[in-house]
């Protein structure tokens, strides 16, 4: 049976409040849509970490530098319900769009640090818009854990320094990166490569977990992730955006592999842009 599909604030807010009455924990696993195993992964485990799920599927206009890509993000309301059935979650919150932006909107949430630099510096404007959509949803379920992938590992760093600045009383989980067998990261616009994209598309990942096997075994961080750029566009990639090896608790620049690091990379590819990123542990 498919799930609950609620559109309106008061509506949801009266669901939330009879389960809190209950004295149940509410979970929430904020998406654009277009679920993938990714996005599936994330239910699992907020069905397995509270008693009642919230998915909610809204493609954030605030958060596209680019309009031609919130145009052509993927909508597949209908199927994202039909792939949530399984799970029974207890509701799908499909905001419509005044209940997120009411006219008169006027507020931003912006976090720094974490976000100055990579996915910060390519797409101006993007993580403010994250930060104030998932602010919103946050104090609009009242949930006691949200549920985000490694995969944007930028932004769940975000999300976790928002939620601690401003006090929301939420736990936030971040969830392993699901891959396809041949290494590509899951996401939303994977559905946007044509075949022939696709078979090039993992030439990322591949390059990635090279550079981290390399700079792990002593190589020299800067004329491995070089190598490693180069790779990418070798394969067909049309640029690397950035590739870069950062702290991973604080995302600061890393020249040497001197604490936990992740590698992290943007590319383009056929008119879609790809993020990935791999852990890269000292002595592994
Ligand atoms: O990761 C996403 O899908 C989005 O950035 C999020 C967290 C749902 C906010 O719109």
Same mark, same amino acid.
């Given at each position: 049976m498919t799930a609950p599909i609620i559109r309106s604030l008061p509506e949801l807010r009266a669901t939330v409040a009879g389960w809190k009455k209950a004295g149940e924990t509410v979970g929430v696993v904020p998406t654009m849509g277009a679920l993938h195993q990714g996005h599936l992964s994330l239910v699992r485990a907020a069905k397995a970490g509270t008693d009642r799920v919230i998915v909610t599927i809204f493609v954030n206009p605030k958060q596209f530098n680019n309009p031609?890509?919130?145009?052509? !993000?993927?909508? #597949?309301?209908? $199927?994202?319900?039909?792939?949530? &059935? /399984?799970? &029974?979650?207890?509701?799908? !919150?499909?905001?419509?769009?005044?209940?997120? !932006?009411?006219?008169?909107? &006027?507020?931003?949430?912006?976090? #720094?640090?974490?976000? $100055?630099?990579?996915?910060?510096?390519?797409?101006?404007?993007?993580?403010?818009?994250?930060?104030?959509?998932?602010?919103?949803?946050?104090?609009?379920?009242?949930? $006691?854990r949200a549920y985000f992938g490694n995969k944007d590992y930028q932004q769940l760093l975000l999300v976790q320094q928002l939620a601690r600045d401003l006090d929301i009383p939420i736990e936030i989980i971040g969830c392993p990166t699901i891959r396809e067998e041949d290494g590509l990261a899951l996401s939303s616009r994977n559905l946007l490569l044509s075949d022939r994209a696709r078979i090039i598309a993992p030439a990322l990942n591949r390059a990635m977990t090279q550079a981290a096997d390399q700079i792990v075994n002593g190589g020299d961080v800067a004329a491995t992730l070089a190598a490693a750029a180069e790779r990418v566009v070798a394969a067909g990639f049309?640029?690397?955006? !950035?590739?870069?090896?950062?702290?991973?608790?604080?995302?600061? /620049?890393?020249?040497?592999?001197?604490?936990? &690091?992740r590698l992290l990379a943007a590319a383009n590819l056929a008119g879609v842009r790809l993020i990935d990123n791999i852990a890269v542990a000292p002595g592994t």
């Open positions: 031609e890509d919130l145009e052509n !993000y993927p909508r #597949t309301e209908q $199927d994202d319900a039909r792939k949530l &059935a /399984p799970f &029974a979650v207890d509701a799908i !919150y499909v905001p419509d769009g005044d209940q997120i !932006y009411p006219e008169g909107f &006027a507020t931003n949430v912006s976090v #720094t640090g974490v976000t $100055d630099a990579m996915e910060g510096q390519h797409r101006p404007g993007h993580f403010d818009g994250v930060a104030t959509v998932v602010t919103k949803l946050f104090l609009q379920t009242q949930a $006691d049309i640029d690397v955006e !950035y590739i870069e090896l950062r702290a991973a608790a604080s995302l600061a /620049p890393l020249t040497q592999l001197t604490e936990p &690091a």
